[in-house]
């Protein structure tokens, strides 16, 4: 009896882990890159005389980076991006393609776009593949019945060279929602509610599984949506198993297959489900008559309430740690409880991210304003943006009329890229600014130093533009406009795929070149002696380690005084706060010790892990760790040492002394040498091996390139659907419009 999470892991083992504990050797079969996580991995690849093992299994765009203004056909990267360090890494992309030959959907190509939505639009990700990405929403591609989830640069690296991955198989965990959704409430809200119901670390160590009425119910993209955020319950991936709704949504995309490949692919899809029987280690049973359109209203996308609730008393929370966090999220938000959420005024209105900028995510928005009428105006103290998730939506779209809906309206209408979602493309909230959006991040300074974040679904997102504040979009345009299913039919109208532009041949052939030192050979971690800088915070998330801004680099290095940066420095002024890692002696602490749970979640940037190591943090303490993050450390030589809560508040209480501590892998330990104090801690074998030994991972990969080769033979003839003849898919999509 298995899982599907299980099949689909079984199917790709090249090799098994040398204990139920260790990684095994899985085979990947769609690898997407984007523009800031690839630059460092190609480097490294580069120098060290590499080459990419798989170009075919491999696709590119750039999107992060990327400005959404007005673009002319004959786009370049040079013009285009001003900002000269995002251009860098636009260029360094660029170049990257051009040498590896990977395809790359650039910024004269109508294809470019989010890479989790190009992903899926153009029939890249199919059911029962292993995805992987160096970005942590990957897990959107998950609802193609795909194992697709996001690994840090390092990873990324070791994807190029091998076509392999070393992960370490997760646990399975089934949210079954069940019931009918009532009118007006999105697969947004489903989400939503789901994390509000398991937290943001309810997920962490997990593939969950999304089964029910409700799910089977939803169409393609509302699947994805709910996929998206899997990431912000902790989980590594999500999944939903392949139906009609999935067969029928990949039929005759650009880089499906067809003919007989097609037949078969169908075939075994068809075969891909949980088995009746199969156990899964977690199960969450959800009511879809519970869930109402939702909205956060703190600075983690657990923080949600029904738009019909008010802000809550952070008293109410159960957990002095919960209350506290609720507290700082309230001041951070400008929000005092009891505030009834629909009065809440916004600033800015932003449709689009990887979460909800689909075509049908765009038709759902635009159809309140078909039922409010031509009246409908965008409030005069709102500045709302659409921006959709890919070029071919962006026509799709007109195609349509959409754009004159909204822009009629008074949205401003965008090109496809990440936009508003992160703060590193000129798209960005001001400080104090209050935006109602679709994405899926509410953390602080996420779009932008000081703006404030609420999340909705695309509906309640044209609600707050047109009324100026969050609103139930029910109340606005009456339960008449909605038909059941609220994303969306599950069969989509026809898409239209244009002529594109196959332009890499405009790139330049040379390699970029990085004078960076050999950070990423310190990997190795034995013991460490010295001073622990006690942090009491949960859910310390990646942006708060290194704010999007900082990410923009091409090198590993020069990180190090951006670590924590908003709470080290006060973004108006740029003055130096007090925060604990600005203070002696803890300004030279090689040892973090948080006591709260769920340390480095969230996004999958490799970049937060050096900012550590190039402050000086050799080894972090805390009560559990997200998944990305925990192995992008142990690419990093940086050790991590779970314990239970109690010592790891009794362990800050000491590190606050700042007296030393002393951490021996070797012997499990750690020592705090002035109060005598000894805790004994557990690592898996297989991490305390290669730590102490620092590792190259891919040097040994590649010392089982036979196995690997072996197993690409056995995809070949056991699932010829899977191999992508990109020649014949450039011949199909220039031979004119596509549609269906
Ligand atoms: C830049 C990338 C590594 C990151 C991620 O992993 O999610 C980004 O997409 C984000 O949403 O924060
Ligand atoms: S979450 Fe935002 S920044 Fe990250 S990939 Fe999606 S749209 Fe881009």
């Known amino acids: 009896m298995s899982t599907l999470y299980d099949k689909i ?87 990257n393609m051009r040498r590896s030959k990977i395809p790359y959907y650039g910024l004269g190509d109508e294809r470019q776009g989010i890479v989790h939505v190009i992903g899926g639009e153009q029939g890249f990700i199919l059911p029962g593949a292993v995805c992987v990405c160096g970005d942590s929403h990957t897990s959107t591609l998950g609802a193609f019945g795909a194992l697709a989830f996001g690994i840090g640069t390092s990873e990324v690296e070791h994807v190029l060279a091998t076509q392999t991955l070393r992960v370490r198989k997760s646990l399975n965990m089934r ?31 997990f593939v969950i599984e999304y089964a029910g009425s409700v799910v089977r119910g939803l169409s393609m993209e509302a699947r994805m949506t709910m996929c998206n955020m899997s990431i912000e319950a902790g989980a590594r991936a999500g999944l939903v198993a392949p139906d009609d709704v999935t067969v029928s949504y990949l039929r005759n995309r650009p ?34 008559e519970d869930i109402l359109p939702t909205v956060t209203w703190g600075t983690s996308p657990q923080d949600s309430v029904p738009i019909s609730g008010s802000v809550p008393d952070p008293s109410s929370f159960k957990t002095p740690q919960r209350r506290e966090a609720a507290e700082k999220s309230l001041k951070y938000m400008g929000l005092t409880p009891g505030t009834p959420m629909e009065s809440i005024v916004v600033d800015k209105v932003f449709i689009g991210s990887c979460t909800n900028s689909r075509i049908e995510d765009l ?111 029910r109340k606005i345009v009456g339960a008449a406009a909605f038909q059941k299913g609220s994303d969306g039919p599950q069969s989509l109208p026809p898409m239209l795929f244009g002529e594109t532009a196959i332009q890499p041949d405009e790139l330049s052939d040379e390699a970029p070149s990085s004078q960076e030192p050999l950070f990423r050979q310190i990997r190795q971690f034995v013991s460490v002696k010295g001073v622990g800088v006690p942090i009491h915070m949960e859910n310390v998330d990646t942006d708060k380690l290194l704010p999007a801004k900082f990410l923009k680099t091409i090198t590993r290095t020069g990180l190090g005084d951006s670590l924590f940066y908003r709470l080290r420095v006060d973004e108006v002024t740029g003055q130096k706060s007090d ?162």
């Open 579 to 740: 925060f604990i890692l600005n203070r002696e002696p803890f300004d030279k602490a090689k040892i973090l010790v948080c006591t709260g749970s769920n340390f480095g979640c969230g996004s999958s940037r490799e970049h937060a892990v050096w900012a550590l190591k190039d402050f000086g943090i050799s080894c972090v303490i805390a009560q559990s760790f997200g998944d990305i993050f925990f192995n992008n450390c142990n690419q990093n030589g940086l050790l991590l040492v779970t314990l239970p809560a109690d010592v790891c508040v009794q362990l800050a209480d000491y590190a606050a002394t700042g007296a030393e501590i002393d951490i021996d892998l070797e012997k499990e330990q750690v020592t705090c040498m002035k109060s005598g104090l000894v805790v004994p801690f557990h690592t898996n074998g297989t991490t305390r091996r290669r730590l102490l030994r620092g590792t190259d991972d891919i040097e040994d990969t590649l010392a089982e390139a036979d196995k690997i080769s072996a197993y690409e033979k056995m995809r070949r003839e056991r699932w010829s659907w899977l191999e992508l003849d990109i020649t014949r898919t450039r011949r199909r999509a220039a031979g004119g419009s596509l549609e269906w």
């Open 363 to 473: 038709r759902n928005a635009a159809a309140i304003l078909t039922t409010l009428g031509p009246e409908a105006k965008v409030s005069p103290n709102v500045a709302a943006m659409v921006v959709p998730g890919s070029g071919v939506v962006k026509r799709q779209a007109e195609a349509e009329g959409l754009d004159v809906l909204f822009r009629r309206a008074g949205f401003d209408w965008r090109e496809a890229g990440c936009s508003m979602c992160i703060g590193l493309n000129p798209d960005q909230l001001g400080p104090e600014e209050r935006c109602a959006s679709t994405s899926n991040r509410n953390f602080e300074g996420r779009q932008g130093d000081k703006g404030r974040t609420h999340l909705v679904s695309p509906a309640m997102a044209v609600a707050a533009a047109v009324t100026g504040k969050l609103t139930d979009v």
């Open 9 to 95: 892991w079984q199917n790709h083992v090249v090799s098994e882990g040398q204990d139920a504990s260790a990684p095994s050797l899985i085979f990947v079969d769609r690898h997407l890159v984007h523009e800031v996580s690839s630059p460092q991995a190609f480097e490294s690849l580069w120098s060290a005389k590499r080459i990419v093992r798989r170009p075919d299994c491999t696709l590119a765009t750039a999107d992060h980076n990327v400005p959404t203004t007005p673009r002319a056909e004959s786009v370049t990267t040079e013009h285009y991006v001003r900002d000269p360090i995002s251009r860098a890494q636009v260029t360094a992309l660029e170049k």
């Open 175 to 205: 949210v079954t929602v069940d019931g009918e959704l009532g009118l007006g409430v999105t697969s947004k809200d489903v989400i939503l509610h789901i994390i509000g119901t398991i937290g943001t670390a309810g997920g962490t160590g």
């Open 255 to 288: 880089l499906a297959p067809d003919g007989n490949h097609w037949d078969q692919g169908v075939e075994f899809w068809r075969s891909l489900k949980t088995d009746e029987h199969a156990k899964f280690d977690r199960e969450v049973f959800i009511k879809a």
